[in-house]
């Protein structure tokens, strides 16, 4: 590893990329913070000079034009301009990990960890270390096949619905009752009641507590983009 090896952190918590850069630099590496605004355009350009590894949380917050930035969706980008790239997240966006690793990422580590582990692991990366098995690769690979089957699933489902339909669920979720949900509509309960039936029998659930479940599952925040393909 040359003393000068390049990493880059993308990652919205001021301290911690602060802290990580500093510490980085200590051990003789030439570390830099990259703003989250210039996260797509960097992952999407060659890089000027040798690339080296991107340390990449996954829960980012918008970039220059205000759209919502997931880590994930940052690996393909950066992989094929020839960056390594190891995932940390402050979250249990398990979906988000094994989207990331399915894109190329080397392996992740979550910011629970104590400091000393987190620096360790960034450094074997660089290194070149292997900081994930075969078996652990595996596991992750598989983790996103279940989970862009569970997605389609959801999706084929919701499709279902009609646009008032739909309203009414999400306002079920919100926890109306079916009796507010009327007053708002400006609606009649039994109206109200054939609709809540109509999508229970689209959704292929028994209550409304399951409906809001699956439509709780859905990415969130809403606006991002898929994870992985």
């Known amino acids: 590893m040359s003393a000068d090896y390049p990493v880059v952190?993308?990652?919205?918590?001021?301290?911690?990329?602060?802290?990580?850069t500093m510490a980085?630099?200590?051990?003789?590496f030439d570390a830099r913070t990259l703003p989250v605004a210039e996260s797509r355009s960097f992952a999407t350009r060659p890089a000027i000079h040798p690339a080296g590894l991107v340390v990449l949380d996954l829960d980012l917050s918008r970039d220059a034009d205000g759209q919502y930035v997931h880590g994930a969706d940052l690996v393909?980008?950066?992989?094929?301009a020839g960056w390594k790239v190891l995932v940390v997240s402050g979250s249990s966006d398990t979906p988000g990990v094994a989207a990331a690793i399915a894109a190329g990422a080397i392996g992740s580590v979550p910011k629970s960890r104590s400091f000393g582990v987190l620096l360790?692991?960034?450094?074997?990366?660089?290194a070149g270390v292997r900081v994930m098995s075969d078996a652990e690769h595996q596991e992750w690979l598989e983790r996103?096949?279940?989970?862009?089957a569970q997605e389609r699933e959801l999706s084929r489902r919701l499709a279902r619905l009609s646009s008032?339909?739909?309203?009414?669920?999400?306002?079920?979720?919100a926890g109306m009752r079916a009796a507010t949900i009327a007053e708002h509509f400006v609606v009649s309960?039994?109206?109200?009641?054939?609709?809540?039936?109509?999508?229970?029998?689209?959704?292929e659930v028994g209550?409304?507590?399951?409906?809001?479940?699956?439509?709780?599952?859905?990415?969130?925040?809403?606006?991002?983009?898929?994870?992985?393909?």
């Open 9 to 20: 952190i993308i990652d919205d918590h001021e301290l911690f990329s602060t802290t990580l």
């Open 189 to 203: 309960m039994p109206t109200v009641r054939t609709q809540i039936r109509s999508l229970l029998a689209k959704l």
């Open 76 to 80: 393909g980008g950066l992989r094929a």
């Open 207 to 229: 209550s409304q507590l399951e409906a809001v479940a699956l439509l709780r599952q859905l990415p969130d925040p809403p606006e991002r983009s898929r994870r992985g393909s």
């Open 164 to 173: 008032r339909e739909r309203e009414v669920l999400e306002l079920l979720a």
């Open 144 to 148: 996103h096949r279940r989970y862009l």
């Open 120 to 126: 360790g692991t960034v450094m074997d990366a660089a």
């Open 24 to 28: 980085l630099r200590n051990e003789g």
